[in-house]
């Protein structure tokens, strides 16, 4: 796939009656100036013209020199390395510094995006920015450099957002580079292998989408958004752009028309406002296709309304909603309940004669910066305020540590391992709505929507809450399985027993990672009578020998590889827990009858058993032949979706043992496979082909916690 296969055209730069079209905040522009070499030390260098030209339209009298030097030293240490595209390498920190100075970032974070990579790629050190250009600059590099794979293996990736996540906690212009950087590598990634192109563009959708949506910078999300449209779903996304482009062709435009009847409203009630029309991207576009089926032409667009005041937008509401015939139950006002990433606006929508509906949405023009450009429109938000502005105890205030991010920091502490840490970033990253609830000494509790009393339970107790017995919503008695809803007051009720334990249903109701985490912390501290029977068996190991393990089920024919274990005579049993096939690394530990549990290393009750003393038994894969191993797929909710994961399946010879289908939950579901493969090599092809069905956005090893 060509890079130009892989960046989208904005339905704004298509040609025809849509040219008068006003796109939103243009990102796409790569800013390509020549590299002239060396500056002299008084004078910026040419190369970076662009990015001064965007920074000069909203910081006229920012100070240039740390940009110059920053640049020069950014060239100096990248020159000579290059992109897989060929282009100098410079090239990339330009273009995501250009991307921030459009949005409006202030001098700090246009410095540190220039040096972004030089910790990483080049010989120039932390230690050597921070003396450069101070701690700021030093802490932002630091932030967005990735960990080693050499010193984290598979768990660089995971650590590496562990990291950045840790630092935005203290710092949010951390993350705001790194969706930068992250939308230059997904404009050029072309150049790749299509399957590099698809694993990047999925993190991409999982976890920086989200993270873009949280922190309001819907510039960033949504081109992010369309270039892993066009990568993960081709044939869709092409259907789309015709779909665009036909309607680009039209003579007639309806929403040109209704913009025209919405100025000359607002010119009558002598209110100034710009009106102008926004193109959906292609993802809203292919949304609202996939929901409304038939499109026509008030459909690939949305009318946004300028003004100064914000008792204007009231004033432009109301007087649209007097002339013309609203779609009251379109209307949203998102300026009285702002959303938890700093958007307002005022939502309606407007019917023709013809029944076509035009939205509007309604903002001053400082709302609608802060919709474009989130929390990177704040400019620094460490800068210390005016004297007369100063807060009476001192302390710093951050408008940018939203409660969802708070959360984050929170529950990620307590996560085990990178793995879990990885999926769950991912599971709480979906959840996209937040609510908040009220305790009865006036304080507040955000939760994402679908939040139980098990959740606000965690969040305001943390690991004391194990010991909640009940509680209290909006003055009744609840359950801790109740869902809570915006604006409802809990009292959660502690039990005085220090005997107090959480139950193994509140997992079913956890809807929270804080939650999860630490009951399952709890659960795994804490086995059955049986679990802890298992644990206790203990025998010595003795010289090996080559056995079949036990097949499970009637069939007798083998279901694994071959294994060696030290142990003569032993029956050997694959853990149920974490499912090894070769060539995962395992090991083994004797528990009665006779019988050697086979787990992966990386099983958490390996860890478990070490620490109550089990002495381990040597194992290694013999012959690879058969293998059976459990996976959990993870998708959205779709009509067939079953039907094509087990075609996919089907094709790569898997042989479907069993197989467990949660209810849906927020539109999403959890699947659970055991399956019969004729090689365990053909695992990885396997786990690709079924991330490959659409919806199906991560499919996993099983690995049951606290077993």
Known sequence: MSAEATNPATPGSVT???????????????????????????RLPSAISHVVDAHRAHYPSADLEPLRRAYVLAESSHRGQMRKSGEPYITHPLAVTLILAELGAETTTLTASLLHDTVEDTDVTLDQ???????????????????????????????TFRKMLVATG???????????????????????????????????????????????????KTELEDLVFAILHPEEYEHTRELIVDNASRADDPLAEIADEVRGVLRDADIPAEVVIRPRHFVSVHRVARKRGQLRGCDFGRLLVLVNEDADCYGVLGELHTCMTPVVSEFKDFIAVPKFNLYQSLH?????????????????????????????????????????????????????????????????????????FWSTLREDLAQDREITVFRPDGGTLGLPEGATCVDAAYAQYGEDAHACIGARVNGRLATLSTVLRDGDTVQLLMGQDPASEPSREWLEHAHTPAARIAIQRWLAAHPTHEEAQEAAQETDGEPSAVLRPVAEGPTSRPTTADITVDQPGATVRLAGCCTPVPPDEVTGFAVRGGVVTVHRVECAAVERMKSGGRA????????????????????????????????????????????????????????TYTLQLPDAAHLPALMRAMRNVPGVYDVSRAQTPGV
């Not at 009656?17 to 030390?41: F, S, V, Y």
């Not at 563009?201 to 819907?218: C, F, M, N, S, Y």
């Not at 058969?626 to 075609?647: G, W, Y």
Request: charged residues 30%; hydrophobic residues 40%.
């Open 170 to 220: 203290s710092d949010v212009r951390v993350m705001s580079i790194k969706l930068a950087d992250r939308l230059h590598n997904m404009r050029t990634l072309g150049v790749m292998r299509p399957e590099k192109q698809a694993r990047i563009a999925k993190v991409t959708r999982d976890v920086l989408i989200p993270l873009a949506e949280r922190l309001g910078v819907q510039a960033l």
């Open 616 to 671: 381990e038994v040597d194992v290694r894969w013999g012959d690879t032949t058969e293998c059976r191993v459990t996976l959990l797929a993870e998708s959205f909710v779709r009509p067939h979706l079953l039907a094509d994961l087990t075609e996919a399946m089907a094709l790569e010879g898997a042989e479907i043992v069993s197989a467990t289908v949660e209810p849906p939950t927020q539109q999403r579901v959890r699947h």
């Open 16 to 42: 025809g009656p849509a040219a008068r079209w006003r796109a939103r905040i243009d990102l796409r522009r790569l800013g390509r100036a020549a590299l002239l070499g060396p500056a002299t030390r008084d």
């Open 348 to 420: 309606t929508a407007v019917a023709r004669a013809d029944g076509q509906v035009a939205e509007v949405l309604i903002r001053t023009h400082q709302m609608h910066k802060a919709a474009e450009a989130g929390v990177v429109a704040l400019g620094n938000p460490y800068a210390p305020p005016p004297e007369e502005h100063a807060p009476a105890d001192g302390e710093r205030v951050d408008p940018t540590r939203p409660g969802w991010l708070s959360r984050l920091l929170d529950w990620q502490e307590a996560a085990p391992d990178p793995d879990t």
């Open 129 to 159: 920015v921070g003396e450069e250009f101070g701690s700021e600059v030093r802490y932002l590099v630091d932030g967005v450099t990735k960990l080693e794979k050499v010193d984290y293996g598979a768990a660089a990736e995971p650590e």
